[in-house]
């Protein structure tokens, strides 16, 4: 009988070199299970350590003290000042370190709070109303539609859009440049990446520049307009409001275009658990955290630690850039019982798909919201949701996601 055997170093290694090397595998999981097998705080060749346990990512994150490591890995390019899109990027909330980041932070979480997100609930119901039934006629035919096209990008930027008091028109062209702008935030990208990041950063700092001097002069009922005099008391200059402003529209539309297009190929792939929350909605809520578990839409984030730290009994020492991997830990067999099926009624506890400790992304519970009123609307509207092709993959590090999802759609 052959027995499993512990992976070497040497092929924890290979696996954490394959996991940050375009084209990044469009299976991670068997490489991070050999992370898991190796050492689950794995100390790698590259100088880096990487974290797969969720015990240990949680724990790590969970520390106050420790630094963004998207900045520094940003500001080891030494000409990062001459791009402005790496200076945006730089003056985002989430590359902040403190005292920066909880007074950024501070300012957006007293506009940003969970009862006006939850206001957002009528706003959210007639979105999803009007796409889908725009994707009824669009399917009419039996023809495959883009998913992605038709209903991923426009759903939360139409959402977005309409939270920050923006036209939808306006809004489906910023999408755009804040899709482009968003290339160089994993720290890996070409010159091409960076030379359409720069142009689109340039685009949309005018846009905002331009709107935010409107709010000042004519303040109107939406965030925007609360952002801009939340900030009229010194606490963030132009830069960071701006940069403010550019991320949480890019981070509101990324979640869920990723979490939607994940979210339907999961369930397809899945037809029992489809079928059962066709027929039993009351586990709309925890079936939304299962599909942020399973597909993981953020796959990593990572930091700089600023002292000696013992994580899962090893050392890391000061100075050194941990690569947390989420989504390796929301598939820890130690935490999830059988990680890889899907269980919409699962209940073991929190996932880390919005991060944890300081840098917690508190834009998931408008995520939440928008999957549980769009994904029971849409399994009941179309009893058959089929793959009509290969989904094109969005290859970025850190996120997973599409570009395309070609699906037939029968009534």
Same mark, same amino acid.
């Given at each position: ?19 940050? $090397? ?6 991670? #999981?068997?490489?991070? %299970?050999? +992370? ?18 969720? %015990? ?28 402005? $899109? ?30 006006? /997100? ?11 109303? @009007? ?10 035919? !039996? ?17 977005? $859009? ?14 755009? +440049? ?9 720290? /890996? ?9 720069? @142009?689109?950063?340039? %685009? ?55 979490? /939607?297009?994940?979210?339907? +190929?999961? +369930? ?88 944890? !400790?300081?840098?917690?992304? #508190? ?6 919201? %928008? ?10 509207? #179309? $009893? ?11 290859? /970025?590090? !850190? ?13």
């Amino acid at each position: 009988m052959a027995t499993e055997t512990t992976p070497t170093h040497q092929q924890a290694d290979d696996a954490l070199i394959t996991l940050l $090397s375009p084209p990044f595998p469009d299976d991670p #999981f068997p490489l991070y %299970e050999t +992370l898991q097998s190796s050492n689950r705080v794995h100390s790698s060749s590259l100088g880096i350590y990487a974290l797969s346990g969720y %015990e240990e990512v949680t724990e790590f994150l969970k520390l106050p003290d420790v630094h963004s490591g998207a900045r520094a890995a940003a500001q080891m390019r030494e000409d990062w000042g001459n791009h402005l $899109s790496l200076r945006m990027y730089l003056n985002s909330m989430v590359t902040l370190n403190a005292p920066d980041h909880g007074r950024v932070r501070g300012l957006a979480s007293r506009v940003f709070t969970p009862s006006k /997100i939850k206001k957002m609930q009528p706003s959210v119901e007639r979105l999803t109303d @009007a796409l889908i039934e725009d994707l009824v006629k669009q399917s009419a035919d !039996g023809e495959p539609v883009d998913l992605v096209d038709l209903l991923a990008n426009p759903f939360p930027v139409a959402v977005i $859009s309409d939270m920050l008091g923006l036209p939808f028109e306006d809004g489906k062209h910023l999408w755009k +440049l804040a899709d482009d702008w968003s290339r160089v935030f994993s720290g /890996i990208y070409n010159d091409e990446d960076l030379a359409a990041a720069n @142009a689109a950063a340039e %685009e949309l700092t005018g846009y905002f520049r331009e709107v935010i001097e409107t709010l000042r002069a004519q303040p109107r009922e939406d965030l925007m307009s609360s952002l801009v005099q939340e900030a009229s008391n010194g606490k963030i200059d132009e830069d960071e409001l701006l940069a403010l402003i550019l991320f949480l529209f890019t981070a509101g539309f990324a979640a869920t275009t990723n979490l /939607i297009a994940t979210g339907v +190929l999961a +369930l397809v792939e899945h037809p029992d658990e489809l079928k059962r929350w066709r027929e039993d909605k009351s586990i709309t809520a925890s079936a939304v955290e299962e599909l942020l578990r399973h597909t993981a839409h953020t796959t990593s984030s990572s930091r700089l630690t600023t002292r000696p730290v013992t994580i899962g009994g090893t050392e890391i020492p000061e100075g050194v850039l941990v690569l947390t991997l989420l989504a390796a830990a929301n598939r820890d067999p130690r935490r999830f019982p059988d990680p890889h099926r899907l269980d919409l009624t699962r209940n073991n506890g929190p996932h880390l798909s919005f991060s944890a !400790g300081g840098h917690y992304c #508190f834009g998931g519970s408008l995520a939440r919201i %928008e999957g549980a009123e769009l994904f029971p609307k849409l399994i009941d509207t #179309f $009893s058959v949701i089929e793959p009509a092709g290969t989904p094109d993959r969005r290859a /970025i590090m !850190g996120l997973t996601g599409y570009t395309s999802l070609p699906v037939i759609l029968r009534r």
